[in-house]
């Protein structure tokens, strides 16, 4: 096989490992379903749920007698992705359930939620739960939370919010002044008393991020890939915004205007272009982007222009270069094909022929 099909297999197995490892490289993280013990493992890096980011998750557990306690692992994490107002769902799998006089089961999760884009968005939170008891028990969610801090401990301003089975409510809410960043610490607690029973085994928290007062600007650059490969003018549809904004390859539309908060963009099809690449200034901008639908989730910040999102698209070329050609074919079967040799398939280019 001559020199050039040899390096064309050493090409195509980079460029399929690339292409899969994409998303993993520049998609930041999506809150899923875990527990207690998978979120903390996480640790500063943390999750996202729209324009918030949850992270140092730690999980404390006490009980008596000891043998009650319940493990991180046995406290599943359920994300809760109502926009602006994201959260989670805490489901105990074996539930608090305290039944011997004098017996308790408590469970202290702390964690802290931050605005991806740095805007002070957060405004509000709410806390539920199905506590139950009998006689003497008593099933409570107490919730210290920070406005502002890394940390409940020694917050200046910390504030409380509470709900309970007996003698309260279920369901509680707080407001509180913008903050772009929330310490929260959460105490799950079950006692039957001298003579009575409690349980529970859901508790959600969500979290009021509204999209920030006024408007913020935005403009959206094409680039090409190499300098020259492409040429002409790219369209874009942005959520929220009616028709669509043009771009010339190697330049900007013109700043506009929409809603401070998260944006989505969408670039449309241009026959010979393949997206590559999405990038912000500032960088921290950038929620998450899919190269095959074409797709950006970007942040906008309220303010003048000073403050704005600068949002590039980057694309290929798709025209092979002569002499090759490439095709995915049904079931995904890659062929390439070179000057003067016959078709061969995907799995023989990367075998030993």
Do not use: H
Request: proline share 6%.
């Amino acid at each position: 096989m001559p020199n050039f099909c040899l390096n064309l297999r050493g090409l195509l197995l980079f460029s399929a490992a690339a292409a899969f490892s994409l998303t993993s490289i520049y998609a930041a993280t999506i809150c899923g379903p875990g527990t207690a013990a998978s979120y903390a493992s996480l640790g500063s890096s943390g999750c996202q749920e729209g324009n918030l980011l949850f992270n140092n998750f730690v999980y404390t557990p006490t009980a008596n007698p000891a043998v009650l306690a319940i493990p991180s692992i046995a406290v599943a994490i359920t994300p809760i992705p109502t926009l602006l107002n994201e959260g989670f769902g805490f489901q105990i799998a074996s539930g608090f359930a305290a039944t011997a006089p004098g017996s308790f089961i408590d469970g202290v999760l702390q964690y802290v939620v931050s605005t991806l884009d740095g805007g002070a968005s957060l405004t509000g939170l709410s806390l539920n739960t199905n506590g139950t008891s009998t006689g003497t028990g008593l099933a409570s969610v107490s919730e210290n939370f920070c406005p502002g801090g890394t940390s409940t401990v020694d917050c200046s301003g910390l504030r409380n919010i509470s709900v309970q089975s007996a003698g309260g409510s279920l369901s509680n809410s707080a407001a509180y002044g913008p903050a772009s960043r929330l310490a929260v610490s959460k105490d799950i607690d079950v006692s039957a008393g001298g003579s009575g029973t409690a349980t529970t085994s859901l508790v959600t928290n969500q979290f009021s991020n509204g999209p920030g007062s006024g408007l913020g600007f935005m403009e959206i650059c094409k680039e090409s890939s190499p300098a020259n490969a492409l040429s002409g003018f790219f369209s874009f549809a942005v959520s929220g915004q009616s028709g669509t904004f043009v771009a010339p390859v190697n330049a900007c539309t013109l700043p506009f205007q929409l809603s401070a908060g998260p944006a989505t963009l969408t670039e449309l099809p241009q026959a010979g272009a393949m997206l590559s690449s999405v990038s912000t200034f500032p960088d921290n901008r950038l929620v998450s982007f899919d190269l095959t639908s074409g797709t950006a989730i970007v942040q906008t910040v309220a303010g003048d222009i000073s403050k704005e999102t600068v949002v590039t698209f980057t694309n290929t070329s798709s025209i092979p270069e002569p002499g090759t050609e490439w095709l995915l074919g049904s079931g995904l079967t890659l062929w390439a094909f070179c000057k003067n040799l016959k078709k061969r398939p995907f799995t023989q280019l990367f075998g030993k022929g």
